[in-house]
């Protein structure tokens, strides 16, 4: 099976960085697409950031200049840099990938959601 993990997360003085990986395993045949979210408390999801596998990219308006998205095609891993954090950046980051995987000897289109990895931003 397809499964997505993160990691990177932690605790950072407001002004800091963190860079968040997401990687993707499994009988991946093709990565299409990989989203961040990210959930505060007692907020809803929003989203981040894409990158496709074209390369195509974006982040949202509130982190843009601040974030940056990049991917590793090799080894089917996403990055998401995060620059000058600020204490509303503090948030539950999960990715989410549209896969194309082997799956029973067939190509499979996949939604896939890693478990999230938490960020801190606290003097």
């Known amino acids: 099976q397809v499964q997505l993990v993160e990691s990177g997360g932690g605790l950072v003085q407001p002004g800091g960085s963190l860079r968040l990986s997401c990687a993707a395993s499994?009988?991946?045949?093709?990565?299409?697409?990989m989203d961040w979210y990210r959930q505060a408390p007692g907020k809803e999801r929003e989203v981040v950031g894409f990158?496709?596998?074209?390369?195509?990219?974006s982040v949202a308006d509130s982190v843009k200049g601040r974030f940056t998205i990049s991917r590793d095609n090799v080894n089917n891993t996403v990055f998401l840099q995060l620059n000058s954090l600020k204490p509303e950046d503090a948030a539950v980051y999960s990715c989410k990938a549209q896969i194309v995987a082997q799956i029973e000897g067939r190509a499979r289109s996949l939604e896939v959601w890693g478990q999230g990895t938490l960020v801190t931003v606290s003097s």
């Open positions: 499994g009988s991946i045949l093709s990565l299409i697409s």
């Open positions: 990158i496709t596998n074209t390369g195509r990219k």
